[in-house]
């Protein structure tokens, strides 16, 4: 055998030793879920689930028993992820005006600040906070859309701190006194509008490889005696290896 060849089976041995643990490079997946619970005397509820994978977000908004109609047409109903705040859904103390509803703003030392809007389509930052035209309406409705998730967002997530808020309260359930103020963000709409009706917080759900294991560099049983046998038959390959080039360099000379 060549010297050379004596050289590279070795070299190739120990390639197969590391490529179990070069090639788990897939994205991580989590998914976190939220039971949406009715808020402001609203009858609406719901449940949310946020699946991420990697730097992409799928998530899924089933609504039920919200307010049908806004002047005479599909109510929209605005829709967030709220992080930065408490992690909990601002409670009826948080009426700081004491006008019978806990508006966003009061909310936000509970639930934080407007991290992602979800809507129908475009933009799902907080600038599209109420781009009424592109979130869901109507009494019942099932949203569901996939998009990059930012930084804040998924850490909020991962930390269980995530918020989801469905706005849009009937005014007609409000006092006169909440009826008669105005969307704070958007003052051409009725206060109403901005009136969370249904909140949850998202909880991890579970975690998953849907690609396999990631390098943690903790061996599940199965993963530790495969990564184990290639080990050992990668260094009884290279003794065998060792033996013959000795056993090839004494014949090499003796025929001296």
Known sequence: ???????????????AVTLPATAATAAESWSFQAELAPVNNSTAAGSAVVDVTGQEATVTVEVAGAPALFQGAPYPHA????????????????????DGAVSSMEGQPWTGGIGTSLTTSGDTSPASAVAIDRFPAGEAYTYQRTFPVDG?????????????????????ALSAEAQAKANPMAPALPLASDIPIACGVLAPAQMAMPEGP??????TAAAG????????????GMLALGGAAVGLRRRAAGGR
């Open 1 to 15: 055998m060549k010297k050379s060849a004596l050289l590279a089976a070795p070299a190739l041995a120990l390639a």
């Open 79 to 98: 829709q967030h992820i709220h992080i930065g705040g408490q992690g909990v859904c601002a409670p009826p103390s948080a009426d700081a005006d004491g």
């Open 152 to 172: 804040a967002t998924l850490a909020a997530l991962q930390s269980g701190t995530a918020v989801v808020n469905v706005h849009g309260a009937d005014p007609a």
């Open 214 to 219: 990631a390098d943690t560099g903790v061996e």
């Open 225 to 236: 005696s495969d990564a184990r046998g290639l080990a050992g038959a990668a260094v009884l």
